[in-house]
């Protein structure tokens, strides 16, 4: 068990993902009107703790709680349908990879949020989104009681987000937030092999986090009739993201 915890530790650490931007919890669009965007995030994570449960083949079985330290990028393009006025539909594309890193995992989400309460300076609303990450590493390690092992590791999250909160809306600008929940659990299959002597454990774990409360807060700006930035932060325990956005209405 000591060598399972060692490399599932040791290749999950940098392992992580982006959280995706909020924006305003309430509807900005009519019913039928179109939005493409661009979105990024940076994400920090210190210390999150999450489960890990494993079967492994030449191993023990059981489960642990381990710490999850990184930094990751987020990049995707969105597309926002207005479905009813005060209901609307986005779903994002794209991509996230550590900092200082030139590879890159498949991101991609699905959300909703509409308006409960509405006024002609502060509308009330709230959001749900789920949002997909891969990643995947291997290497040779070093296991202090084994020597050099090669690892292997893929893993996919699916990460859900609800938050709620008002928006106000200024002249030529918008500021939002609120609380949000957010909660994390993730596939993984891995593989481990003592370079000395070809002793192996391989096998599936999953991976999961407690639910998470934070807050967010933001700031979208109307560069033209139809055209506008933001710019978001979500802060909780053991998580940080600052986001930013360019949005255009059809």
């Known amino acids: 068990m ?3 915890l060692f490399v599932i530790a040791l290749m999950s650490a940098g392992r992580v993902w982006a959280i995706a931007p909020i924006g305003p919890a309430a ?5 039928g009107q179109l939005e493409l965007g661009f979105d990024y995030a940076r994400t920090k994570f210190d210390e999150l703790p999450m489960d890990f449960t494993f079967e492994a083949l030449l191993g023990s079985t059981g489960s642990v709680e381990l710490p999850l330290d990184g930094r990751m990028h987020a990049y995707w393009t969105k597309v926002s349908y207005g479905l009813v006025d005060p209901l609307d ?13 030139i590879s890159a995992d ?8 509409a308006t409960v309460a509405e006024s002609e300076r502060l509308d009330w609303g709230v959001l749900a989104q789920v949002n997909w990450f891969g990643t995947g590493e291997e290497g040779i390690f070093w296991d202090p009681t084994s020597g050099l092992v090669w690892g292997s590791e893929d893993l996919d999250y699916t990460a859900l987000q609800i938050a709620a909160g008002p928006v106000y809306k200024g002249d030529g600008f918008s500021v939002y937030g609120g609380p949000f929940l957010y909660w994390l659990r993730g596939d993984g299959d891995m593989i481990y092999i003592e370079l000395s002597n070809g002793a192996t454990i391989s ?9 998470l409360f934070g807050g967010y807060v933001g ?10 930035v933001r710019a978001e932060a979500q802060l909780a325990a053991d998580i940080q993201t600052f986001a930013f956005g360019l949005t255009c209405r059809f």
Do not use: C, H, M, Q
Request: no cysteine; hydrophobic share 45%.
């Open 27 to 31: 509807s900005t669009l009519e019913k």
């Open 106 to 113: 498949y991101a991609w989400g699905l959300g909703v949020r």
């Open 89 to 101: 539909v986005f779903l994002r594309l794209g991509v996230a990879t550590e900092v200082d890193s």
């Open 203 to 211: 096998g599936p774990f999953d991976v999961e986090s407690d639910i």
């Open 2 to 4: 000591r060598k399972l």
């Open 219 to 228: 700031l979208l700006l109307d560069l033209a009739e139809n055209l506008s």
